[in-house]
């Protein structure tokens, strides 16, 4: 069957135009390129048409995320560069006290995590009674996070063996009188309780009261009335004689 020169222009045409449709609608389709002859590029795609394809493009899925984005703070690695938020972070120390001062290993985040603060100036974070600025007190714990433990606010104490009240030796510091101990180093025996400074002085040959006198305004110096003998009995050692060995006796 012959068909005219118009009707065989027409279907000539309409060949061209699908054809022409089909290849259009191929171009189109999401995820594709294609090559210098116009067939689809099975190697490479540009999921999220960020102009970046998928051999250059870290995440095809975002569409800001390409070599040519700017990196934020954003838990992404934005610009396909050295990793994840890198530069931009924060580091953030457990404030385990709630003090507000941190100690311990950092986290490295955009945003300030809960239970957690900018600085690492904590010298004890598991009480909010030492932080820096703190008071000092006496308490066993350094408050202000300087110089140790309850400096310049301690006591001195001595021990206090013969419990008369009065203390000697080397002194210990402490926020209160330990058992045994006395605030005063003012004893001048701490074995005998009978000697302290509230002692009255006895005629003993003993510096009873600790003043640093022995026997002071109890004896007396006496001329000898004839060799070996004397008006009243004489200090020694603790004891009335009359042994002839001294001048000094107890009236």
Not at 40 to 50: I, P, Q, R, S, Y
Not at 172 to 200: F, K, L, R
Request: a negative charge; charged letters at 25%; proline letters at 4%.
């Amino acid at each position: 069957m012959r068909c005219s020169f118009f009707a065989c222009a027409l279907v000539l045409l309409a060949a061209c135009g699908e054809g022409s449709d089909s290849s259009s609608a191929g171009a189109g389709d999401s995820g594709q390129s294609y090559d210098s002859g116009g067939k689809v590029d099975t190697d490479k795609g540009d999921a999220d048409h960020d102009g970046y394809d998928d051999t250059e493009d870290c995440d095809d899925v975002l569409p800001d995320v390409n070599p040519g984005a700017s990196e934020v703070c954003d838990g992404i690695d934005n610009n396909c560069v050295e990793g994840i938020d890198e530069g931009l972070t924060t580091p953030f120390y457990p404030d385990t006290d709630g003090d507000t001062y941190g100690a311990g290993t950092p986290v490295e985040a955009c945003t300030q995590p809960t239970g957690f603060v900018e600085n690492a100036d904590d010298c004890d974070d598991t009480t909010a009674a030492a932080y820096p600025g703190a008071f000092e007190v006496c308490d066993g714990i350094d408050n202000n996070c300087l110089d140790g433990v309850d400096e310049g606010v301690t006591t001195p104490f001595y021990a206090d063996g013969d419990a008369d009240g009065f203390g000697a030796g080397t002194a210990m510091d402490a926020c209160a009188a330990p058992t045994g101990y006395v605030g005063n180093a003012d004893d001048c025996d701490d074995i005998d309780a009978a000697i302290s400074p509230h002692a009255e002085e006895e005629c003993n040959s003993v510096d009873d009261n600790c003043n640093g006198d022995v026997d002071e305004d109890l004896c007396t110096s006496r001329y000898e009335r004839e060799e070996g003998v004397w008006d009243n009995f004489y200090c020694l050692d603790g004891e009335y004689t009359t042994t002839y060995t001294s001048s000094k006796f107890c009236p």
